[in-house]
């Protein structure tokens, strides 16, 4: 973080290490995302009234990363650093330099810095999660002592002011798929009641509305909604290429929880146990699907096949509908 930057040398006499560790009401995998994916990482780094609008990472040990930090008067901050060592959802390790806007590191004083900054700091950031939460400790080593270090605190807990509020109050989907686990989940918050959501889950007519991602035209070719009956949607792509899926409902209980079998036809005995629950509170409507896979290797070739991608799309589009379910309830 520009603001925080600097490089960590081997003489750390007057230099001193930052620690600092928060709670977040969200899962670690929310946690690992806003830290690894670049379109997360712009909606929170940086202090209070900075604003991040580069933000470029290549996870991986030996890949930088490269991220802008825009101060109230419009002047850049540009960090860069290396990955030392990554382990999925528990710990990055990195070096913190400042940066010109190609990546090049520059001294302290190149953005007017005071204070005996070293060209390269270490940053190692840990994240372990909680009964659901998320405990993250940051430690920032080798700052230069005194008035700089205070300010560099400063500004790291401005940042994960800003983190908390963006992965704690954002109503977008979120998916958690824990490392060894042959589960995902995926939760959203929809602006609509229970009732309207279920019905949306239940109704052919409106699930070929928002049921898969926009390229594709999704057909019902069977959806009967009660205790053993059967369900095959059919998605066509405007090349005419075709992909179903099929499964039965093991359970409808209506408007609080739907259990069923998701099989993809294209890759057969390869079945996951879907179970949707539905809880309003305020008039809104809190979304959990857990997808219990057969094995680990299943979940994570779903993963690798795209799934992400198009569940966020999905999501996106149920909301929308929902939003015109709503205007036309209103109406009505």
């Known amino acids: 973080m520009a603001k925080e930057g600097g490089q960590y040398g081997n003489d750390n006499k007057n230099k001193e290490e930052l620690t600092i560790t928060r709670m977040f009401d969200a899962p670690r995998e ?3 995302k806003a830290w690894t994916e670049s379109e997360h990482a712009k909606k929170w780094w940086g202090p209070k009234y900075f604003t991040a ?19 109230p008067d419009g002047k850049d901050y540009w960090s860069t650093g290396v990955y030392r060592e990554i382990v999925p959802m528990e710990r990055i390790v990195c070096t913190d330099s400042f940066a010109d806007e190609k990546g090049n590191v520059v001294p302290a ?11 390269e700091l270490l940053v190692t950031v840990t994240f372990e999660e ?15 002592a005194g008035t700089m270090r205070e300010q ?9 002011d800003k983190l908390a509020e963006y992965i704690v109050t954002s109503d977008r989907t979120r998916i958690i798929a824990e490392r060894g686990k042959q589960e995902v989940v995926i939760t959203r918050v929809f602006d609509a009641p229970r009732d309207l959501v279920f019905k ?6 409106l699930i070929v509305k928002w049921w898969g991602p926009k390229r594709f035209a999704t057909v019902i070719d069977k959806m009967d909604v009660r205790t053993g009956g059967p369900w095959r949607f059919v998605q066509r792509d405007a090349c005419g290429n075709e992909y179903a899926f099929h499964g039965v409902y093991h359970e409808i209980l209506s408007p609080e929880r739907i259990v069923d ?9 390869h079945v996951s146990l879907e179970t949707a629950t539905f809880e309003e509170t305020g008039g809104k409507t809190h979304v959990t699907t857990r997808s219990v896979f057969q094995a680990v290797e299943d979940r994570d070739g779903m993963l690798k096949s795209g799934m992400e991608e198009g569940v966020y799309e999905t999501m996106d589009r149920l909301a929308e509908l929902l939003d015109e379910l709503k205007t036309e309830r209103k109406a009505a």
Do not use: Q
């Not at 609008?53 to 101060?71: A, E, H, Q, T």
């Not at 949306?200 to 007519?205: G, I, L, Q, V, W």
């Not at 079998?261 to 005995?269: A, N």
């Open 30 to 32: 929310l946690a690992w």
């Open 53 to 71: 609008p580069v933000s470029k990472i290549d996870l991986r040990v030996g890949g930088k990363y490269l991220n802008c930090m825009r101060g």
């Open 261 to 269: 079998t998701f099989e993809f036809e294209g890759m057969p005995g």
């Open 152 to 160: 560099c605190e400063a500004g790291w807990n401005e940042s994960f």
């Open 109 to 119: 004083s190149h953005y007017g810095m005071p204070g005996d900054w070293p060209l």
């Open 130 to 144: 909680t009964g659901g939460r998320t405990k993250m400790t940051l430690r920032h080593e080798g700052l230069p």
């Open 200 to 205: 949306a889950y239940t109704d052919p007519d």
